[in-house]
């Protein structure tokens, strides 16, 4: 069965950091684009960041751009969203997911999900 379970949300001050983990098991996603989207309160979920198979190519959008950075490691079968510097904004239920397709930012390019973890970011 595959799976895709994250974890690492909680409750955090503005101006703090937080570390989401995505843990893939089921098979190898080696060969896939793992992305993070989020989902905040009232709101329609949107893309965050992607990285590409071998971990040498990201994208961000832009209101995370220079705070975020995703990484993985194919040997654990894991993706990673470092979160610096958050903002009330950034509240949100943060999902990941896994797709054919590189460098995906649309979710429908996405083939698995996890069912996400909650980021509150208190002001």
């Known amino acids: 069965q595959v799976q895709l379970v994250e974890s690492g949300g909680g409750l955090v001050q503005a101006g703090g950091s937080l570390r989401l983990s995505c843990a893939a098991s089921?098979?190898?996603?080696?060969?896939?684009?793992m992305g993070w989207f989020r989902q905040g309160p009232g709101k329609e979920r949107e893309f965050v960041a992607v990285i590409n198979w071998a971990g040498s190519m990201t994208k961000y959008a832009d209101s995370v751009k220079g705070r975020f950075t995703i990484s993985r490691d194919n040997a654990k079968n894991m993706v990673y969203l470092q979160m610096n510097s958050l903002k009330p904004d950034d509240t949100a239920v943060y999902y990941c997911?896994?797709?054919?397709?590189?460098?995906?930012?649309?979710?429908?390019?996405?083939?698995?999900w996890g069912q996400g973890t909650q980021v509150t970011v208190s002001s």
């Open positions: 997911a896994a797709g054919p397709i590189p460098l995906a930012i649309f979710q429908h390019s996405y083939k698995y």
């Open positions: 089921g098979r190898t996603f080696s060969r896939d684009g």
